[in-house]
């Protein structure tokens, strides 16, 4: 990578540190595991940065590596851990869809690629190009989650009223 673009990704990995936090922390919801998923996608960009061949692409590469982080940090949560049935509360078997009409929570209980698309598309901003590229997934299938997940948001959101 010429010196020029080790540049370049070094300023934006160091200006966008907020947005990337944000990004981390609507997928975590842990203060600490979102800081060391920006760590660790930081890293891998450093490690990586020959695969990225175009400057322009940066924000997009960026972003697809540290949703993979996120993702593989949400995968590791999940690994079952047995209990006794007599340990569980009563509680562990409520729905989880949010009391308290929090739009956040609302995204976060949708499926895994729809929220991901929601976040991507209002909370960071990204074009449906942009968020194509960081999902790996043609165009038309990223405009489908986008409306389906709206409309399961709007469909929630009317119940309500």
Known sequence: MSKIRETQLTTFL????ARFYRLAYSYLH???EALDAVQTAVCRALEKQESLKDADAMRTWFYRILVNVCTDLLRQRKRVTLVKPE???AGSYEDPL????????RVDALPPEIAAV????FYEELSLQEI?????????????RLYTGLKKLRIQLEGEE
């Open 132 to 144: 194509s590229a960081v999902v790996n997934c043609p165009l038309s299938t990223v405009k489908t």
């Open 98 to 105: 949010p009391e308290d009409g929090s739009l956040a929570r």
């Open 118 to 121: 929601i976040r991507l598309r």
């Open 30 to 32: 842990s203060r600490e």
């Open 14 to 17: 160091v200006e966008d540190q």
């Open 87 to 89: 340990e569980l509360d």
